[in-house]
């Protein structure tokens, strides 16, 4: 990673030195290197000597001291930041996100960091904002020493609060004595101070209507517990943090949540903390499982948290692992398609470890005696370059990858699936690859949290930017968790075209728009029937994210596929009688396909763009109609009657 790992010491060394005059370091990309990083320059005039090394164009790394005066007393905080600039390209800035993570965590040997940022414009990058990090939520009469930065504006006083905190007090001491009562914490609008939004009985599934995407909620919950055939009151505080909530409120909330739990524990015997950052996570048994190994001291750092969220699930899956049974039936052995799934759940758990401290991938295929039964080929610990040799143009892989990304303040450890079907794969083969990604997808999610999924067929489909941007979406609308409802209020929120394209009352430039969607939706209404007549519908792009109905038909495949081109992308809807060759005669078994076409000539920045198209169109589609399965097409000779029959017979909704 280093070029020269005893010159980043030495400089990083100098920063902490108060002998040295040295207050910052820059790390950067050598003219021509693109993987390794080397001291760039390091400077003595503070905040302002690092502004000036600000380029649009470039990457880089920093590490800067700055001093404050915090109540009366001088401190030297350190905080590290990357700087990428506006006009740095996809596969640098993707790069950087990585080498960001490596830095930071090789910088915090040599010095104690006070906290970590990342800037994309020169905007962003503000003296407010650094020591607003390196203080926390609570910047009270901060000033700042150095004459460099004599022009920034002094700190605001900013104190925690309850609204109310004798009414906070007995409402939690209220809670003694109920089993299933408790108490929502949160923000007016606009306000710092902590109030009481709610409180009520029933447990869980009465205040998980509170975990909003934009908001950030505390809870105390009265959990009751039962230990040796007696019902106990266990007490456990819950920290909701929605996944849109802004990065400003992303780091108070860390504060606060502190301050609220070590009140609460000044009036009731606190068993347990969990922190909540997806509604799937959210469950009463991840509170129980949390209580029954907590610790109840103090409230957790961000990093003590991640390391026991990382426990819990390698003991769900040691336990899950032990308890694993032999499968016996057809329909078993198609859900776990795996030959060794003991061997597979202790291996999952090894991605659990930090990216560059063990496993981060880890291999699955066909194996060479039961060509049916999936086994584990590789795993290992470089990243893509280890992965890019296994992708063969004649074979199938399932490749579980963790990659780091990076939203607002915070650097998470995901993973994704990554379906890799050669170009040369046997139909019947491919088919098959696609129900099995199903099961080892949902098999793989019980024992960590996949991200997302990505299906690929040519080694420029693999890259870190695809990865990123998959995860910054949604994966597979196929296997999906959205439901209905969401589908359709997607559905619901797209304005009606007349002769002009639609666009979304969100203003997203990444949602979809349609020409005459007056059509598009009555098609779907019209193949939507299981005694639908009209076998088949087509979509094209207009534009990039506008879609146009191309045509319809109730005479057959053959028909279908005459209007594919081989230079456009187009996603159709075809009916298949399970137990016909034709859509004549009974009707009754009609089952929709979602079909994706990518035509053999479309360029590869094109077949990138559509993913995310496909899969919007998948939910927009499904909100009108029952779908019983997906395929994704690139070559017209492989789209046959048998393999959509294939398909349906082997397809869950």
């Not at 700055?66 to 990428?84: L, N």
């Not at 909620?217 to 909701?240: G, R, S």
């Not at 009609?590 to 000539?601: M, Q, S, T």
Request: one cysteine or more.
């Amino acid at each position: 990673m280093f070029i020269d790992e005893a010159k980043v010491r030495t400089a990083l060394e100098n920063v902490r030195n108060d002998q040295n005059p040295t207050n910052w370091v820059i790390f950067g990309y050598p003219e021509g290197v693109q993987d390794q990083v080397d001291v760039v320059e390091t400077g003595e005039n503070g905040f302002l000597g690092v502004e000036e090394r600000l380029n649009d164009d470039i990457a880089f790394y920093a590490v800067l001291s700055v001093p404050i005066v915090d109540h009366g007393a001088s401190v030297i905080k350190y905080i590290f930041f990357a700087w990428v600039g506006p006009n740095v390209k996809p596969a640098p800035k993707a790069r950087s996100s990585q080498h960001r993570v490596v830095i930071y965590n090789f910088a915090k040997t040599v010095l104690q960091l006070g906290g970590e940022l990342q800037f994309f414009n020169r905007e962003e990058f503000t003296l407010e904002s650094i020591v607003s990090k390196l203080s926390g939520a609570r910047k009270t009469e901060v000033e700042f020493e150095s004459a460099d930065i004599a022009r920034a504006k002094g700190g605001s006083s900013e104190k925690f609060q309850f609204e109310s905190e004798d009414l906070t007090k007995s409402s939690i001491q209220s809670l003694r004595s109920n089993a299933g009562s408790w108490i929502a914490f949160g923000y007016s609008e606009n306000s710092e101070i902590v109030k009481i939004l709610a409180t009520g009985n029933g447990g869980l599934t009465n205040f998980v209507n509170l975990f909003t995407e934009e908001h950030v909620v505390y809870v105390l919950l009265a959990l009751p517990v039962q230990e040796l055939d007696i019902i106990h009151i266990k007490f456990i505080f819950i920290t909701w943090v929605g996944p849109n909530v802004k990065p400003m409120h992303k780091a108070r909330s860390s504060q606060h949540r502190v301050q609220i739990y070590n009140f609460a524990k000044g009036i009731v015997q606190l068993a347990a903390e969990i922190q909540f950052l997806t509604l799937a996570a959210v469950s009463e048994q991840a509170l129980l499982d949390k209580i029954a190994g907590s610790r109840t001291q103090a409230a957790l750092t961000e990093e003590e948290l991640r390391a026991a969220a990382e426990t819990d699930l390698k003991k769900k899956a040691a336990a899950a692992a032990k308890n694993a049974k032999p499968t016996s039936t057809t329909n078993e052995e198609f859900a776990i398609p795996l030959i060794n799934p003991e061997q597979v759940a202790t291996e999952i758990s090894e991605l659990l470890k930090p990216v560059n401290n063990g496993v981060n991938w880890i291999s699955f295929g066909y194996d060479q005696q039961r060509n049916d039964k999936v086994v584990i080929l590789n795993k290992g610990t470089g990243g893509l370059e280890e992965i890019e040799p296994l992708l063969d143009d004649s074979n199938v892989l399932y490749i579980i990858f963790g990659i780091t990304v990076t939203e607002g303040d915070y650097s998470t450890l995901k993973f994704i699936l990554i379906n890799w079907v050669g170009s040369k794969v046997k139909p019947m083969v491919r088919a098959r690859s696609s129900q099995h990604r199903v099961s080892l997808y949902n098999w793989s999610n019980k024992y960590l949290q996949l991200a997302g999924e990505l299906q690929a067929h040519n080694r420029e489909d693999v890259t870190i930017a695809k990865l990123l941007e998959k995860l910054t979406g949604s994966k597979v609308a196929g296997e999906s968790d959205t439901s209905a409802k969401v589908a359709t209020n997607r559905v619901g929120r797209t304005s009606v075209a007349t002769t002009t394209t639609t666009t979304t009352s969100s203003g997203n430039a990444n949602e979809l728009s349609f020409v005459q969607e007056d059509a598009v939706k009555a098609s779907l209404l019209e193949i939507a029937p299981t005694t639908a007549k009209n076998c088949w519908i087509l979509f094209g792009h207009a534009d990039r994210n506008v879609l146009e109905l191309i045509g319809k038909g109730s005479n057959g495949l053959d028909s279908f596929k005459q209007l594919l081109n081989d230079d456009k992308i187009m996603y159709g809807i075809i009916s298949v009688l399970a137990d016909a060759d034709s859509c004549e005669g009974d009707y009754s078994h009609l089952k929709k396909i979602f079909i994706a076409w990518v035509g053999p000539n479309v360029k590869p920045m094109e077949k990138a763009r559509s993913s995310q198209v496909r899969v919007e169109l998948y939910k927009y589609c499904k909100a009108a109609v029952v779908l019983h399965g997906e395929l994704q097409i690139l070559n017209a000779s492989e789209l046959t009657q048998q393999l959509l029959l294939e398909k349906v017979t082997g397809t869950r909704n």
